[in-house]
């Protein structure tokens, strides 16, 4: 069981806007920066989040972030068959002195 | 251009140990917090360890704490992972990253992984 709950799945038709959410709790998301990473196995994983809503230089505006309390959500507009991947959130816990994923959510682009 | 090669993957034994290389350019690589991160078949990311830049800190999951051992050398833009008591649940592509500055910061550069089988 991950700290970071996240949905396994989700789908939209290409053109459409998904979120995807996180949920933490305040030794983690409600106190850290929330980070959003693509990732598709056999390639490195992509950062398209940090700082809960900035994008990297690069990362298009069809993606963002927000932060509330102990949970966060990345958003994806304009979807295109190119974005099939898997979608983690990451953050750090005061706690377990240690970073944490979410077990990650698998987006299908119908 | 920030590039990250990791080396030493391979099939090992339960119980037994490897040692993951990370080379890293393209960065100043003292001024860099890294992490190992892995990703076993058929599951999610999972944050292994981190070091800070001077080495001075360092972090491991309760997965790994006590058998695994991360370290860097700056003067030669090398990240190291020493994994002894190996077992097939460490299974797994093992990525090196940089973060963006402390630990706890995100990741914004990833190498292409090393495979660790553990299996008799």
């Known amino acids: 069981q991950s700290v970071l709950t996240q949905p396994p799945s989700v789908s939209a038709a290409p053109g459409q806007k998904v979120t995807i959410s996180c949920s933490g709790s305040?030794?983690?998301?409600?106190?850290?920066?929330v980070s959003w990473y693509r990732h598709l196995p056999g390639t490195a994983p992509q950062l398209l989040i940090y700082d809960n809503n900035k994008r990297p230089s690069g990362i298009p505006d069809r993606f963002s972030g927000s932060k509330s309390g102990t949970s966060a959500t990345l958003g994806i507009t304009g979807l295109q068959t190119g974005d099939e991947a898997d979608y983690f959130c990451?953050?750090?816990?005061?706690?377990?002195?240690?970073?944490?994923f979410g077990g990650g959510t698998k987006l299908t682009v119908l | 251009e920030v590039q990250m090669l990791e080396s030493g993957g391979g099939l090992v034994q339960p119980g037994g140990s490897l040692r993951l290389s990370c080379a890293a350019s393209g960065f100043t690589f003292s001024s860099y917090s890294m992490t190992w991160v892995r990703r076993a078949p058929g599951k999610g990311l999972e944050w292994v360890s981190g070091?800070?830049?001077?080495?001075?800190?360092?972090y491991y999951a309760d997965s790994v704490r006590g058998r695994f051992t991360i370290s860097r050398d700056n003067s030669k833009g090398v990240l190291y992972l020493q994994m002894n008591s190996l077992r097939a649940e460490d299974t797994a592509v093992y990525y090196c990253?940089?973060?963006?500055?402390?630990?706890?910061?995100?990741?914004?550069?990833w190498g292409q992984g090393t495979l660790v089988t553990v299996s008799s």
């Open positions: 990451e953050t750090w816990d005061g706690s377990l002195n240690g970073g944490v």
């Open positions: 070091i800070n830049n001077n080495a001075a800190r360092t």
């Open positions: 990253a940089k973060r963006q500055g402390f630990t706890t910061s995100s990741a914004d550069s």
């Open positions: 305040t030794s983690n998301i409600g106190n850290n920066y």
